[in-house]
């Protein structure tokens, strides 16, 4: 079992920056990608940003820009730095992971969200 555990959400004006991150513990043999995700009320769940186990990144083009993903391969935690937030950034951000598990599963897993919200 592998569990994601997001931190760093919060209330932040426009033009303001958080950090979130998102550790990644359990049964894990090596992690792909991984990625941040949000979705607003009423809207669908979409893409922010990715970034490989290599370090090779992946922008929604509403963020360009703006955020920055990173990732601590030895310590199994992705980052996504965003600044110059704006009102229509507010959403639950979640964390997702490609893991291939000790028995070597590939197996893709998600944490339960960490909410941001961004006040105009």
């Known amino acids: 079992q592998v569990q994601l555990v997001e931190s760093g959400g919060g209330l932040v004006q426009a033009g303001g920056s958080l950090r979130l991150s998102c550790v990644a513990s359990?049964?894990?043999?090596?992690?792909?990608?991984m990625g941040w995700y949000r979705q607003a009320p009423g809207k669908q769940r979409e893409l922010v940003a990715t970034?490989?186990?290599?370090?090779?990144?992946n922008y929604a083009d509403s963020v360009k820009g703006r955020f920055a993903i990173s990732r601590d391969n030895a310590k199994n935690t992705v980052y996504l730095q965003m600044n110059s937030l704006k009102p229509e950034d507010t959403a639950v951000y979640y964390c997702?992971?490609?893991?291939?598990?000790?028995?070597?599963?590939?197996?893709?897993?998600w944490g339960k969200g960490t909410l941001v919200t961004v006040s105009s």
């Open positions: 970034i490989t186990s290599g370090g090779h990144t």
């Open positions: 359990g049964s894990i043999f090596t992690i792909n990608d």
């Open positions: 997702n992971a490609e893991v291939i598990t000790r028995s070597r599963y590939r197996m893709d897993y």
